[in-house]
């Protein structure tokens, strides 16, 4: 599988050492597009532990930075990064989007494209067998230790279908 994904989503998994493990296992490539690259590289700043991980994954070609060279018309709301990650998703034609904001991922499947949070992860990676009830359960956990926002009744409504 191929994704696009948001500065969130790479940057929370790659903060998870097994979640990045498992993220790199499940697609074969992840695209962002500059302002998402740069959105990362400002991490840089603060010494974030995940620019190195992100920056390795781009130097061995896993995750790939492309340029957007059109952007649709789009909620003025939504991030520059968010905006191109749609543009970029509606132009490679990917399997996933990964991005959390509720209102840029509500404007992309408006739009019919394939937006998944990174929450959802650990249940896809449950129902395929790869990982264990308590695995997954615990990813989810170090997830939203690791800063990534999630509401009480979202967590609860992932770690439910965590069967």
């Not at 990045?20 to 590289?41: G, M, N, S």
């Not at 896993?62 to 998703?89: M, Q, Y």
Request: glycine share 4%.
């Amino acid at each position: 599988m191929k994704a696009v994904a948001d500065a969130s989503s790479l940057i929370h998994s790659a903060r998870v050492p097994v979640f990045w493990t498992l993220l790199r296992k499940t697609f074969q490539e992840i695209t962002i597009p500059e302002a998402v690259h740069d959105e990362i590289l400002r991490g840089r700043n603060i010494q974030s532990p995940d620019v190195p991980v992100i920056e390795q994954a781009i130097s061995e070609g896993w995750v790939k930075v492309a340029r957007v060279t059109f952007i649709p018309r789009l909620p003025e709301n939504l991030g520059r990064g968010e905006r191109e990650s749609i543009a970029l998703t509606e132009q490679l034609r990917v399997d996933w989007l990964l991005m959390g904001d509720l209102v840029a991922s509500t404007t992309a499947r408006l739009r019919g494209l394939p937006v998944r949070p990174i929450a959802c992860l650990p249940v896809y990676w449950r129902r395929k067998g790869i990982v264990s009830k308590a695995e997954a359960t615990r990813m989810l956990d170090d997830l939203v230790k690791s800063g990534y926002y999630l509401s009480s009744r979202d967590y609860l409504s992932v770690t439910e279908q965590i069967i």
